[in-house]
């Protein structure tokens, strides 16, 4: 791994974590859950955890819901979608960063424990994530939340997944597109280093082969196993799937996007949000130097502080809590 100008902060860092080898996927995931170690409830936040039966024959939908103590007011929400390459990850692996988002935010976080491919390809975990939202709509009164400040948000897959879920709720509201209930528009998308774009051909992906925590080669096999082998890349794929394949953007949410210097997805993210500002969307785009992906979740330095206390003024604010 030579030629990256890293953060002298996360050098040492960047020489320890490798990217994942998904084609092993048990020994991936076993990896990644023995760094999600149980995290104590913090006393400032409590949670609970809920299960949504949404069809026959699919399993319960697990999501931990998690509040603030020692108020019983209407709060806004994070609707949270979890990291992992669509095929790792889980809520528990966030619980510690979700306690922290609520503490801070000022609100409700719904973590949302999709399902994972490739034992459940797409569209499993987009479908997850619509009734997810759907029941936290529904049960908004008995949650005590504001259906009409929900921001969608995830990080890396979840990021990825957070732009598919926005897409997907504009065009069940649009007219004769209009599907089910009538659900609120999110009122926003924080959308960190996402998965955006199956075809793997930005010069971000083409460079960084070796970098710490994320590669081509684990992007590849990621979208191999989210959308079936011989898939990615093909004119097969929606952009209910791949969101930088979307050539409607009209109509979403207003949106963050977190971009990292040494990251394969760097560049799939910077072009998302350029389309996004091309079709009229609000779009504030920060791309932090020296990091490499999720770096800032991973190692505590000032450059991950920064990008951690951009992620609560951004919430803070597109949730109207200023």
């Known amino acids: ?110 973590a949302v424990d999709y399902r994972l491919a490739p034992e459940h390809p797409y569209p499993a975990a987009l479908d997850d994530a619509v009734a997810a939202f759907t029941w936290l709509v529904a049960e908004s009164e008995s949650l005590r939340v504001d259906p009409s400040r929900i921001a969608l948000h995830g990080r890396s897959a979840g990021g990825g997944l957070a732009a598919a879920l926005a897409l997907k709720l504009r065009d069940m509201r649009r007219g004769d597109n209009a599907q089910g209930p009538r659900l609120p528009e999110p009122c926003f998308q924080y959308l960190a280093a996402p998965q955006l774009d199956d075809r793997i051909s930005t010069p971000s992906m083409r460079r960084f082969v070796d970098t710490p925590m994320w590669s081509r080669r684990a992007a590849e096999t990621s979208w191999a ?31 963050y996007i977190a971009a990292m210097e040494f990251d394969p997805m760097r560049d799939e993210a910077l072009n998302y949000s350029r389309a996004l500002s091309e079709a009229g969307i609000p779009v504030e785009t920060h791309l932090f130097p020296g990091t490499f992906h999720c770096s800032a979740v991973l190692v505590d330095a000032a450059v991950s502080r920064r990008e951690l206390e951009e992620e609560r003024a951004v919430l803070h604010a597109a949730l109207r809590l200023v």
């Open 225 to 255: 196993y989210y959308l079936g082998a011989g898939v990615p890349g093909t004119v097969h794929v929606p952009a209910y799937a791949a969101p930088a394949r979307a050539t409607d953007l009209s109509g979403l949410p207003p949106a």
């Open 1 to 110: 791994m030579t030629g990256y100008r890293f953060d002298p902060e996360l050098v040492d860092a960047a020489g320890r974590i490798r990217a994942p080898d998904l084609t092993d996927l048990a020994s991936a995931r076993s990896s990644g859950a023995q760094r999600a170690e149980p995290v104590a409830s913090h006393p400032s936040v409590c949670d609970e955890e809920f299960g949504i039966d949404h069809g026959t024959g699919y399993p319960v939908l697990r999501v931990r819901v998690y509040r603030p103590r020692d108020t019983d007011e209407l709060l806004p929400v994070v609707l949270h979608l979890h990291s992992g390459g669509y095929v790792m990850g889980s809520i528990d692996a966030a619980h510690a960063r979700n306690q922290q988002l609520s503490r801070e935010v000022g609100a409700v976080v719904v």
